[in-house]
């Protein structure tokens, strides 16, 4: 067991390590991509710059021909993946910054003390890039570089005696500004990443209460369906046995239907909790034929629907496979045509339309229902949530269409609507077919439809 505990621990930290890994080198990418507006900087100025200070035109052209040569290299290195070592993760931005400061060091003594600046930059960048202790090497190394130009223009221009605090004075406070950087931006990052620390470790406490409650929603769902079954199964034999008076009957049956809409909610719950709680849908998709699943649940609608005077059609086409599990298609299509039928009056129409949009599968349920508010369209999908007009209408958890959403969200859909009081609703679902790889969810509320159409039969 303790064998088993430590593997479990080195692949763990393996996985880590392998994640900085590539954050680093994300990083570093960043850098040699940063590298090229330097590079332009120091050919404008070697063009600008007077041919009578500091090193000739023909050398620093030189200069940025070696400096784009090397972030090539870089570049390419960083290409191939050989930058996968936690030491060339730390050596490769040292000597790239350390190269770009006394360039610029050089730049800043021949031709402006304005462009003190960049190097104040770069030592920025290192102490975002590396560890503080290496910043901290930077920035002594661009110290002593510093010192070193600053004897070499002495010794060329021989100050005058008066000038000679000052210019120890100027080369004191830019010195100090190299520590000074490395010092602030090491403590504003270490405040950062205690920040995201803190954060990291709430979200990882909120996702463990989610899933503490989506069990505890499956597990009391779960328990109270048993005796919920058991009684259902009493009433449906008194029924049967017979005997009872109409009033008694009609009391059965309301209690009948009762049972049955709580056994339906129990159902719902356990159903969002498991999505919740497991991704083991995602394991076992398969290609699913989507036209097969639209034209068998609408066809299961058609009664329901001729029942309360509703006409349900469709219209469809080969929509090919789509990657799913067994029944999370025909769920989707379920719940939104429940609600359709549920919320569309006597007399108003419900239209299927499935298509093929591009490389995914396009599925609409339009209905001339109540409509839902403007003012509560962005809460449709929570969970519970029903609109103050569906709630007078019939009773409900509030739970369909976040599975829907839930179900959309795991199979790398998109989902919006269209909706207006008194008009009526159109929800549209948009899946990848089986050969996409998996995206977002994405909910959009649009402006109302000015009147619903009729489509035809199916095809």
């Known amino acids: ?146 010192l070193l130009f600053r004897a070499l223009n002495y010794l060329r221009d021989m100050p005058q005696a008066h000038d000679v605090p000052v210019i120890v004075l100027g080369s004191l406070a830019v010195m100090g500004c190299f520590v000074a950087i490395v010092y602030f931006t090491n403590a504003i990052l270490s405040r950062l990443r205690r920040i995201n620390t803190r954060l990291l470790e709430a979200n990882r406490q909120l996702s463990g209460l989610d899933l503490a409650k989506s069990r505890f929603l499956r597990m009391s769902s779960h328990q109270l369906r048993g005796p919920l079954a058991a009684i259902h199964a009493l009433v449906s034999a008194v029924q049967e046995v017979g005997g009872l008076s109409h009033k008694q009957y009609d009391l059965m049956l309301k209690i009948h239907h009762r049972l049955d809409e709580m056994m339906v909610q129990l159902d719902e719950m356990m159903r969002l909790s498991s999505l919740h709680e497991s991704r083991y849908e995602t394991e076992r998709r398969r290609g699913v034929d989507a ?74 349920v339009a209905d001339t229902g109540i409509g839902i508010p403007p003012q509560q369209q962005g809460q449709v999908f929570r969970e519970f949530f029903r609109a103050t007009n569906a709630q007078q209408i019939s009773g409900g958890t509030g739970l369909g269409l976040s599975i829907t959403k839930a179900i959309v969200d795991r199979l790398g859909g998109q989902i919006r609507f269209v909706s207006a009081v008194g008009i009526g609703t159109t929800v549209t679902v948009i899946l990848p077919s089986a050969s996409l790889a998996a995206g977002p969810t994405e909910v959009v509320a649009s402006d109302p439809p000015q009147a619903a159409k009729e489509l035809p039969t199916t095809k």
């Not at 040569?69 to 030491?87: M, P, T, Y």
């Not at 609608?301 to 999370?328: C, N, R, V, Y």
């Open 1 to 146: 067991m303790k064998q088993a505990k430590t593997t479990t621990s080195a692949a763990g930290d393996a996985r880590i390590s392998q994640t900085s890994i590539s954050a680093q080198i994300a990083r570093l990418r960043w850098l040699a991509h940063l590298r090229w507006f330097e590079i332009a900087a120091i050919a404008v100025l070697s063009i600008l710059q007077n041919y009578t200070h500091g090193l000739a035109f023909l050398d620093k052209l030189v200069l940025v021909a070696f400096l784009c040569l090397f972030n090539l290299v870089l570049i390419r290195s960083l290409k191939r993946g050989r930058a996968d070592r936690a030491d060339r993760l730390i050596f490769i931005p040292a000597v790239v910054l350390g190269l770009d400061i006394v360039v610029w060091l050089g730049l800043m003594l021949t031709t402006s003390p304005y462009l003190v600046a960049v190097p104040v930059f770069l030592l920025a960048v290192a102490a975002s890039l590396l560890p503080w202790r290496v910043a901290y090497v930077l920035a002594g190394f661009s110290c002593l570089v510093f």
């Open 291 to 364: 036209t097969r699943a639209l034209n068998e649940t609408v066809k299961g609608f058609q009664e329901e629907a001729s029942q309360k005077g509703l006409k349900l059609t469709l219209q469809t086409e080969a929509l090919g496979p789509i990657q799913a599990w067994d029944d999370a298609l025909e769920t989707i299509i379920e719940n939104l045509l429940s609600n359709a039928v549920k919320y569309t009056p006597p007399g108003g129409s419900i239209s299927v339309r499935g298509s093929k949009a591009g490389p995914a599968v396009e599925i609409e």
